[in-house]
């Protein structure tokens, strides 16, 4: 059974960190670009950052960039998104998603599998 799960979310102050972690079962995400994608209540899903497979090129959303840092660990199956200097916007579900293409890309239509995400607060 294919399967992602995102895991280290929580409540952080502004200016805090986090490293979430997507770990797959039932395939190997050596060959799948991932992508981390959030969702703030009333908003729409947005790409956040993405790593490609073919030669682990990494793309950031504006938002987030010098901030957020992708990186893959292909023996341990899992990529994980560091995320520093938070601010109160970041606050959203955050999923991570597998792209059989392995060129990533921040829109989430391309995508081919889902996590059931994993909640980030960002609030003093």
């Known amino acids: 059974q294919v399967q992602l799960v995102e895991s280290g979310g929580g409540l952080v102050q502004p200016g805090g960190s986090l490293r979430l972690s997507c770990a797959a079962s039932?395939?190997?995400?050596?060959?799948?670009?991932i992508g981390w994608f959030r969702q703030a209540p009333g908003k729409e899903r947005e790409g956040v950052s993405c790593?490609?497979?073919?030669?682990?090129?990494?793309y950031y959303a504006d938002s987030v960039k010098g901030r957020f840092t992708i990186s893959r660990d292909n023996a341990k199956n899992t990529v994980y998104l560091q995320m520093n200097s938070l601010k109160p916007e970041d606050t959203a579900v955050y999923y991570c998603?597998?792209?059989?293409?392995?060129?990533?890309?921040?829109?989430?239509?391309?995508?081919?599998?889902w996590g059931q995400g994993t909640q980030v607060t960002v609030s003093s």
């Open positions: 039932g395939f190997t995400l050596d060959y799948y670009a």
């Open positions: 790593i490609s497979s073919s030669d682990g090129s990494t």
């Open positions: 998603a597998a792209d059989s293409t392995g060129w990533g890309t921040l829109w989430p239509q391309l995508y081919d599998y």
